[in-house]
């Protein structure tokens, strides 16, 4: 496909699927979006780690190709304007594989969030969250060890999909009226109302997608989160609609809680995954009391939302928080933190969310020694208590140093490993 303002790599190979799997070659191409504010500060930064740690785990068998595409602020100016420019998305489209940094929401009214936006039109229906704890990371938990978990969160529907009629409007009064008198419904007059719509076909895509990763990756438990003692048709429906999924195309591979108990007496058989499920608001004490019972979490959009943060503040926060927003073929890693405006510019930032979703990146690629090398090399910089400000503020004695400082030292540990 020819592209007006992206320029392909002279040489690598794209990404492509073939039966439902990544060929990647030897020399991929990947695409990355330096993102808007701080972006500018953690993405030069995290491609001198990346380009580091392929480097020496492959010693020059292997490299990456970037091909830089645009979103935002940056897009605008290139694209008259354009802050979603048509040619990224069919650029994401053809290579599959992207990273991307932070992207503003510019303020006003209508304008719809690029991540969303980016979500929804690439239908990246599931957005993964690992949340790992590494030596020497400040974290408020007592064992913070404990905490290895991945949360897989349904993108597409739930209350985030913008169904909502503000109070006043026609629209609002039209349904409010259908409500109360063709169904019954009672509440009080002029509330706001928003639809929650969850669907067999969105809730199996994303229970399928995590029951696959916990076998991808050797991983004991699969927990359906849900609030479906309230909500017993969305919510409910999402637990049940879970367990079916797993029967009907796991039945090999996973039993549930109860045959565990029933069949197997609190012992996992070999080579099995156990799916399960918990109240949406007790896995939030779970998780803080004991977080080494919980391994994979599937999700709905707005749980999820309030638990990637969350556990995210248990190893570290935002600024060391990974992601990925997947559909079935392209998957798009992303930091999960914001464009941090304050900072932007002042090379001051903690690069590591940015990082570490290239980790995950290289992990889908199939690439895992890289990851190992930077994951090796945070743990020895960070232990030696060489920190962003962020991580500096919670660590006594701390030396505190740049984005660029932080890189720098990553990089010389890579090397010397
Ligand atoms: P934010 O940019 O995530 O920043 C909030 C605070 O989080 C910062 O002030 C800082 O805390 C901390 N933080 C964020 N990134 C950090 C990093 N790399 N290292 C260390 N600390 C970090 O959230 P926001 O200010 O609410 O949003 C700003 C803009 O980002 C908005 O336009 C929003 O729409 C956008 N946004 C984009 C994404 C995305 O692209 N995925 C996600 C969220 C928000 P301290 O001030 O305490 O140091």
Redesign the pocket.
């Given at each position: 496909m020819g592209f007006q303002h992206v320029k392909m790599p002279d040489s690598g190979d794209k990404i492509r699927i073939e039966d439902g799997q990544l060929v990647v070659s030897d020399e991929p191409v990947l695409g990355f979006i330096e993102?808007d504010?701080?972006g500018a500060d953690?993405t030069p930064a995290c491609m001198k780690v990346w380009n580091a740690a392929v480097e020496k785990a492959y010693g020059g068998k292997r490299r990456v190709h970037w091909a830089e595409l645009y979103l935002g602020e940056k897009a605008a100016g290139i694209y008259d304007g354009d802050y979603f420019p048509q040619e990224t998305l069919d650029a994401i489209k053809e290579l599959n594989v992207a990273i991307k940094g932070?992207?503003?929401?510019p303020v006003g009214e209508g304008f719809r969030?690029?991540?969303v936006s980016l979500r929804q039109t690439l239908d990246l229906y599931a957005c993964v969250r690992p949340v790992k704890w590494y030596e020497g990371v400040p974290s408020p938990l007592k064992k913070p060890h404990e905490v290895d978990a991945v949360i897989f969160r349904e993108n597409t529907e739930d209350v985030y999909c913008g169904l909502e009629y503000e109070s006043g409007t026609p629209e609002n009064e039209k349904l409010a009226k259908f409500l109360r008198e063709e169904m019954g419904a009672e509440f009080f007059e002029g509330a706001g109302i928003g639809i929650k719509p969850i669907s067999a076909y969105g809730s199996k895509r994303l229970v399928r997608k995590a029951i696959q990763y916990a076998i991808d990756n050797n991983r004991k438990s699969v927990t359906l989160v849900h609030k479906g003692n309230i909500m017993k048709f969305t919510e409910g429906a999402f637990r049940k609609w879970g367990y079916e999924l797993a029967a009907e195309e796991f039945g090999d591979v996973t039993i549930t809680e109860d045959e565990l108990w029933e069949k197997h007496d609190g012992k996992q058989p070999e080579g099995k995954i156990v799916i399960k499920d918990r109240i949406a608001d007790i896995m939030f004490q779970l998780m803080l009391l004991r977080p080494a019972d919980f391994d994979v979490l599937a999700t709905m959009n707005l749980n999820g939302d309030y638990l990637s943060d969350s556990l995210a503040a248990e190893v570290g926060?935002?600024?060391i928080a990974p992601g990925a927003n997947m559909a079935d073929n392209v998957a798009v890693f992303?930091?999960?933190?914001?464009?941090?405006?304050?900072?932007a510019g002042q090379d001051k930032?903690?690069?590591s969310?940015l990082l570490f979703s290239g980790c995950m990146m290289f992990d889908y690629i199939g690439w895992p020694e890289v990851t190992k090398l930077i994951e090796d090399a945070f743990e020895a910089v960070v232990g030696n208590k060489i920190v962003?400000?962020?991580f500096a503020r919670q660590i006594d004695n701390a030396t505190e140093v740049k984005t660029s400082g932080f890189a720098d030292a990553l990089v010389d540990a890579i090397n010397k490993s």
């Open positions: 993102g504010g701080i953690i932070p992207l503003t929401t969030s690029l991540n926060g935002m600024g992303e930091a999960t933190h914001g464009t941090a405006p304050k900072y930032v903690n690069p969310s962003t400000y962020d």
